[in-house]
């Protein structure tokens, strides 16, 4: 009995405390995730009966195994939705004054007109909206913190986080119908899209939703911390009643949001939520026009956010490329989702017990190519690539970086070029073009003084620096080689066996010359996680009649990182856990 006890301790803490962090674009399914982990009947999920015995591979057997321990160890999530979140500094002001803020966003005869459909649908809207903003005026401090010593405060903060998804949702129903056009985007777009991204971006610029405050990087966490606040919350009041808290973050959009509960929590995770493009917007195509759903995915998906914006605007690109977890949410021919309900289960098992099951063959090799692009260099965008042969047998392993004795450009330093032309680290070009030398002492004489540097190398891009002076954008500028068209070359380099009806691997995606490549080295199937953004995929991937002889191209789903070590990693040898589970 005592063993059995000692058994239960090691998992105690992750089966009673567990934040998942949802992220994707919209569309992908982070609300259906989200719902999934709401069920609180195991029963009512959407679950195939394992098989027990007559098991046609491994995977069939993992399956039952966490089916057996989920189904004796299944608890609820709380959901915890972001726009709930932005919502909870909207109440911080009156009905009167968030419609004059409104105005500024959009225009005051809209503004006016979503008042007056929330009146006349709702008679009690007001009056709501009173409450809520009243009973977060004696919850929150001056700072727009909680005081979480004050017990009053943690159970008013919890009734308050109840009560918001019933109001929001109002607003969401109204807004949604309205449709305002964005001069940025030069297109229509719903109303409460643009305005919950504007609202956001204000809060996380200067700590509240009016229009006017200056950036100073102080609040740049403000929706994380308020979202944590809430979350002590939960966690209080369940606490008091014997139950675990298990959170749901239901989605981050901001990559600075996920590394703030990566940095407080063991016991968090970011789940990244994916599907097929072309399935994602066919969803969304019920809702939106092609022009709204093109204008949502540059909001979502931009290119590249300069200054202050790469602090306060959504970036689901950098989100997904933080995920601990990726889940792929195909299209199921009925309304039940067995495929993400069953990834679903499967890492959330894993989370409470480690160690229940070995990896995929599609995770390990994943993990190697995370763990290669850790190798990189360069100063944009780390990137690992993994070629095996048909059997996922390791054949070659590669990361974006410059040419063997080159050095990589996170190690060069701009003030040796400006002072002592050191030929160990820079290019004859680098060094005796008088043009990029003018353009270098120009653009980097005073930066590589900085004292904000604050120890830091003053390391440049030459593919940046060399297209802003010669007005030229070509890929072939960078000094690196691809992730993926580094791993080819190793093949050749040291004499390595064929690949055809291989696979890839890459922690990003092939862009179009690694594509070229990796069809003419009869490369079979490719795993990505993000899609780049170049067409690639219907271009060089998908040509001529019979497209079998194509590469096939499959979204990663699995866990890579720190949660592949975390959730495949034994607390305790099996055979001892058993041994003191009977207690021989």
């Known amino acids: 009995m005592e063993t059995e006890k000692a058994i239960n301790n090691i998992y105690a803490e992750r089966e009673k405390f567990i934040i998942i962090g949802l992220t994707g674009r919209t569309g992908s399914g982070c609300t259906t995730v989200g719902d999934i ?113 004050n017990k009053e405060s943690l159970l008013k903060a919890y009734n308050v986080l109840i009560r918001l998804p019933s109001i929001q949702t109002k607003f969401r129903e109204i807004m949604r119908k309205i449709s305002y056009y964005d001069e940025e985007n030069e297109s229509s777009v719903s109303t409460f899209t643009y305005c919950l991204q504007e609202l956001g971006n204000r809060i996380r610029h200067h700590g509240n939703i009016s229009q006017d405050g200056a950036f100073s990087g102080a609040h740049m966490f403000a929706i994380a911390r308020r979202a944590n606040d809430f979350i002590k919350s939960i966690h209080y009041v369940n606490k008091k009643t014997g139950r675990p ?63 202050e914006k ?81 059997n996922y047998s390791i054949k070659a392993v590669g990361w974006n970086s410059v040419a063997e004795g080159q050095v990589p450009c996170n190690l060069r330093n701009a003030e040796n070029i400006l002072i002592n032309k050191d030929e160990s680290s820079f290019s004859t070009y680098e060094i005796e073009d008088k043009e990029f030398g003018k353009h270098m002492s120009q653009k980097y004489g005073s930066k590589v003084k900085c004292n904000a540097l604050a120890g830091r190398l003053c390391s440049y891009c030459f593919k940046d620096e060399y297209e802003e002076i010669t007005h030229q954008k070509n890929q072939v500028h960078t000094r690196s080689l691809h992730a993926e068209e580094n791993a080819f070359l190793q093949i050749v380099k040291y004499g390595g066996e064929g690949i055809k009806g291989g696979k890839l691997f890459t922690s990003a995606s092939s862009c179009v010359l690694c594509s070229k490549k990796a069809f003419q080295l009869g490369i079979k199937d490719i795993y990505y996680i993000d899609p780049y953004p170049d067409i690639a995929t219907t271009h060089i991937l998908s040509f001529g009649k019979d497209k079998t002889l194509c590469p096939k191209c499959h979204l990663f ?26 207690n021989d």
Request: aromatic share 14%; net charge negative; hydrophobic share 35%.
């Open 245 to 307: 808290s298990f959170i749901c973050l239901d989605a981050i959009r901001n990559p600075y949001e996920a590394t703030y509960f990566q940095d407080r929590y063991s016991s968090f995770y970011l789940v990244a939520v994916s599907t097929d493009d072309e399935e994602r917007k066919r969803r969304l195509g019920n809702k939106l026009s092609y022009e709204q759903i093109k204008a949502l995915d540059d909001k979502e998906y931009p290119r590249k956010l300069k200054g």
């Open 37 to 149: 982990l709401k069920t609180e009947k195991f029963d009512d999920l959407w679950l195939r009966e394992p098989k027990t015995t007559n098991f046609d591979s491994a995977e069939e057997r993992k399956y039952q195994i966490i089916y057996s321990y989920a189904k004796n160890h299944w608890d609820s999530f709380i959901r915890i939705s972001m726009t709930d979140m932005i919502f909870s500094f909207v109440f911080q002001y009156s009905f009167s004054e968030f419609i004059n803020i409104l105005s500024n966003i959009i225009d005051e005869s809209l503004a006016n007109k979503i008042k007056d459909q929330l009146t006349k649908k709702y008679n009690a809207v007001e009056a709501e909206f009173e409450y809520i903003h009243n009973e977060l005026a004696t919850v929150f401090k001056f700072d727009n913190s909680l005081d979480r010593d």
């Open 557 to 582: 789903y699995g866990a890579i990182g720190r949660a592949y070590t975390c959730l495949y990693t034994q607390r305790i040898a099996i055979k001892d856990e058993l041994s003191c589970l009977y």
């Open 310 to 390: 790469k602090f306060t605007n959504q970036d689901i690109g950098a989100c997904m490329q933080l995920a601990d977890i990726y889940l792929y949410n195909p299209r199921e021919v009925t309304e039940e989702k067995y495929f993400i309900t069953e990834s679903i289960i499967k890492y959330t098992t894993l989370m409470k017990h480690p160690g229940l099951i070995t990896p995929t063959s599609v995770e390990r090799c994943m993990q190697i190519a995370y763990n290669a692009k850790l190798n990189s260099g360069c100063l944009s965008r780390q990137v690992g690539a993994v070629i095996t042969d048909s």
